[in-house]
């Protein structure tokens, strides 16, 4: 029983994790839009948030890295292989390199370019999360109707069986 439990909570502290990254990344989009008055200060905070987030995510990267690696030790290959994905597609959506750049435009004063990369990352950090949520449905529901079509054909073939059984049996009586 202990074991069904400790992948839910480490589903769940992938999800937090990654839910709290998506919330602070929303956020973070509202922060730069601040006026030409604001001190430098401010915009030193801004950036220190975003360096957070950057950590957040390379934090978040490993702890999946990890959690494959022991997953495979298990033989649960389904979640190993579901973290891979998530991992492919941190990399595939260049999500480490989008918070650099909004960093970078951050530190350069380029407030206005920092929000529009933060709504593409923003993007790209929903598609993580719902490869890392749905996906199991998706291949789940796939295995289900697989699953279903193979007790149609067994069930076809124990009814071709049967039919069978009853003409041999119609052949020796006759």
């Not at 069904?4 to 730069?32: C, D, N």
């Not at 494959?68 to 389904?78: A, I, P, T």
């Not at 920092?114 to 993580?128: P, T, W």
């Amino acid at each position: 029983m202990n074991t069904k439990i400790r992948p839910a909570r480490t589903k769940m502290k992938l999800t937090k994790t990654l839910a709290l990254l998506l919330l602070l990344a929303i956020g973070a989009t509202f922060v730069p839009q601040v006026n030409a008055q604001r001190d430098f200060k401010e915009m030193q905070a801004i950036v220190t948030e975003q360096r957070s987030l950057n950590r957040r995510l390379l934090g978040l990267k490993n702890r999946m890295a990890r959690l494959k690696e022991r997953f495979k030790k298990e033989g649960r290959d389904f979640s190993a292989d579901l973290l891979q994905e998530g991992m492919d597609a941190i990399d595939k959506l260049g999500v480490e390199t989008q918070m650099n750049s909004i960093i970078q435009d951050l530190e350069q004063g380029q407030k206005f370019s920092s929000i529009n990369k933060q709504e593409a990352l923003i993007k790209n950090l929903s598609q993580l999360l719902q490869i890392l949520l749905n996906r199991r449905d998706d291949k789940i529901d796939r295995k289900l109707d697989e699953l279903r079509k193979t007790i149609d054909d067994i069930r076809n073939l124990r009814d071709e069986e049967e039919q069978i059984r009853q003409q041999t049996k119609d052949l020796n009586n006759s």
